[in-house]
């Protein structure tokens, strides 16, 4: 047994099969992962990484399987899924895996190939468990892959809480405890028991304040499109390719863009912390219904575009378009009087939230900031967007703050 001292859940026990994992390649790799990608350049604090979120979800996981009764070998599949979870992540979480994905049609999640083979499968077939079942809790499939990947899964409870600790907002503070404790299983449902609609409502909660303070601040977005147009070009333009990105580190991937010429500049701006600024910041009422539905090509299209209307290199020009809002936490099922219900069936803040995630919408056009007024003219032109609901470069004065504003660097 090891004990480890954490941030967030004080002295966590390692043992078994987890304790045997702990020094494997693919696990000691998440300690050059940060777990908030580019937030760390809102939140300086935010520099945690995915290792010690991985440590805290086993944490919570073994928790969970203590109050749930499960033990042997089903268990120990599970503590191993939990710690295991990640290890799939590519350089900056989830900042490209958009882009791994369209190449390699792998989510993070998708690990048989990576528990398949090397010292993680010796060490799961030592202790008796199949690296393709850990591999599918890992995905969520089964009963119990609900604890590991699912609407009440413990990965969940533990970013929450400890993006909140490390960034210093108060927003993702929640009961994981009393989450934890209150899990129950159900017609093979994983739901939370009698007396927990607030409970749930907690994450819910959680979750839509910390995505525009934290997780979609518009700083962090800026950096994260700037990274994601160089790792593009880093494979357009060198011999590594979609896997080999995948498997890379942050560290290995900023030197990888260094040594690029035609990523070096990028690199450079990431590294000292010289980010583009935002030409256009627009509601999703002042944005056409086909740009919002637009693919990746269709936005790159668009980005060219406007490079040519405003007369500038089109590496000058960053469109971001988020996906629509969703809220998978209004699908979490909870007790109410002895039935099993979803909770956006149970709650009235479900659509309250929901239309407060609409309003925090936006899509962003960024530039350097000698050319963000140009840009955001030539984009509102371009693109067909309502230029009175949008602010065109924020370099100007008097530009009101958005709610996105709060919080953090700017």
Known sequence: MKSIKDSVHDH?????????????PPVQRLRHLKQLGTVTLVYPSANHTRFEHSLGVYHLADEA???????????????????????????????????????????????????????????LT??????????????GDGKLGQLVSGELDVDRMDYLVRDAHHTGVPY???????????????????VLAEGNVQTAESLL??????????????????????????????????DDDAETLRRMDDHDLLVALRECDETAAVAERL??????????WAEMGDVPEALIAADHDDIRAEERAIADEA????????????????MTESTSRV????????????????GALRAVQRDQWRLGVYAPEDAAERVGHAASRVLGLDIDGSLVSDTRPGVHATLDDFGGER
């Open 311 to 326: 007369e500038v290199d089109p590496a000058a020009v960053t469109l971001d378009v988020p996906a629509r809002p969703e």
């Open 126 to 139: 030592d202790h008796g468990l199949n690296p393709d079942a850990v591999a599918d809790l890992v995905a």
């Open 12 to 24: 966590i026990e390692v043992r078994g099969v987890a304790r045997d994992l702990l020094d494997t």
């Open 205 to 238: 909660v959680a979750r839509a304040l910390m995505t525009p303070t934290v997780y979609g601040h518009h700083t962090a977005r800026i950096a994260k499109s700037m990274l994601r147009r160089a790792a593009e070009r880093l494979l357009a333009e060198t």
């Open 335 to 350: 007790v109410v009087n002895g039935e099993i219900r979803p909770l956006g069936d149970q709650s009235a803040l479900v």
């Open 65 to 123: 399987l203590g109050h749930l009764g499960i033990e042997g070998q089903q268990a120990e599949r599970v503590r191993a899924a939990a710690l295991l979870h990640d290890v799939g992540h590519g350089p900056y979480s989830h900042n490209l895996e958009s882009l791994t994905h369209r190449r390699t049609g792998k989510w993070h999640d998708d690990v048989h190939g990576l528990l398949g083979t090397g010292e993680v499968a010796s060490v």
């Open 172 to 190: 993702g503070t929640i009961d994981h405890e009393r989450l934890v404790r209150e899990l129950r299983f159900r017609d093979g449902e994983l």
């Open 271 to 280: 590294t000292y912390r010289d980010l583009y600024k935002r030409a256009v």
